[in-house]
Nanobody
Framework: QVQLVESGGGSVQSGGSLRLSCAAS????????MGWFRQAPGKEREGVAT???????TYQFSLKDRFIISQDKIKRLLYLEMNNLSPEATATYYC???????????????????WGQGTQVTVSS
């Protein structure tokens, strides 16, 4: 069982930066993979980035030069640093985790078994 709580969302102007955090409370097996997803109004949820227990990271291709996923395994914190934001990044961002060992990659359509409640990011032009 993994409980996830996101924070760090807010409003920022185009070109700005934000860092999202996700605090994990783990009851049992530690996550093998964690990731960030986002869902914009009227659109489907999409994978943003993943990181596995070995710190191997993957990204949605269009975001890999501006977004950075990282984790502090001791503090059980997951981060998403977002730079040079554009209005298209406006969405609710979700943290996800899975303890099962399976391919941990955005391109593999990895999906979490545990989800946070989401944090809103709004980018104005």
């Amino acid at each position: 069982q993994v409980q996830l709580v996101e924070s760090g969302g807010g409003s920022v102007q185009s070109g700005g930066s934000l860092r999202l955090s996700c605090a994990a409370s783990v009851y049992g097996a530690s996550p093998y993979c964690m990731g960030w997803f986002r869902q914009a109004p009227g659109k489907e949820r999409e994978g943003v980035a993943t990181i596995d227990k070995y710190d191997y990271t993957t990204y949605q291709f269009s975001l890999k030069d501006r977004f950075i996923i990282s984790q502090d395994k001791i503090k059980r914190l997951l981060y998403l640093e977002m730079n040079n934001l554009s209005p298209e990044a406006t969405a609710t961002y979700y943290c996800a985790a899975a303890t099962e060992i399976r391919l941990c990659a955005v391109a593999a359509n990895w999906n979490g078994d545990y989800w946070g409640q989401g944090t809103q990011v709004t980018v104005s032009s």
